[in-house]
């Protein structure tokens, strides 16, 4: 699986995260429009509404924030916009485990070829994802208000942020390819074994 697909569903959050730093009210409606325009790109090449599990959570995120944003320009809520960013992906994550949707099942359905989808290994393998891109989503939401609580230096956010994508990042490129080794590993004894 290329990280290169997962990474993809971030570019709204990404953009919305750079425009914010000028005015959180433009961060959402271009966290919106990207959302938007990506979603469209993937419905137009037939990707299905269950690969989109991260998409339409970040539509609904931004539609919520940015009618915040625009009926209460002064609320208090621009000053924590990245915790609840955070604190969104992180609910996404969890909850897409719990109702046994993981986001990146879509992901890596469009990344590997029909005949492996139902084995259960591949579930099993982006299960495992899933709750590392969780757990890094929560380390930063944690991270990021606890910092703000203390008036903790920049740079401890930003080792936050480091630390909690680079490491589930890293995890989604590594873990596949151990998991299949592991599995071919087993299939080659199973075969080996005399009958």
Same mark, same amino acid.
Do not use: E, L, N
């Given at each position: 699986m290329g990280i290169v697909g997962y990474m993809r569903g971030f570019v709204p959050w990404i953009v919305a995260g750079v425009i914010s730093s000028f005015d959180w009210r433009w961060g959402a409606l271009a966290g919106l429009v990207s959302a938007v325009l990506l979603l469209a790109q993937d419905l137009r090449r037939g990707v299905g509404l269950d690969a989109l599990i991260l998409e339409i959570? !970040?539509?609904a995120y931004f539609v919520v924030f940015g009618a915040i944003s625009v009926a209460r320009p002064d609320s208090s809520l621009k000053e924590h916009t990245?915790?609840?960013s955070f604190v969104w992906l992180g609910a996404t994550a969890w909850g897409s485990m719990a109702v046994r949707r993981p986001f990146t099942l879509g992901i890596a359905k469009?990344?590997?070829p029909r005949e492996y989808w139902d084995m259960p290994e591949f579930v099993q393998v982006n299960n495992h994802i899933t709750a590392a891109w969780?757990?890094?989503? !929560?380390?930063i939401a944690v991270s990021l208000a606890v910092a703000g609580a203390v008036d903790a230096p920049a740079w401890i956010g930003i080792t936050a942020h480091v630390i909690g994508l680079v490491g589930p990042a890293i995890f989604t490129k590594v873990h596949p390819e151990r998991a299949q080794a592991r599995l071919l590993a087993q299939q080659g004894s199973v075969t080996a074994v005399p009958r």
């Open positions: 959570s !970040t539509i990245d915790v609840i469009r990344q590997t969780g757990a890094g989503f !929560t380390f």
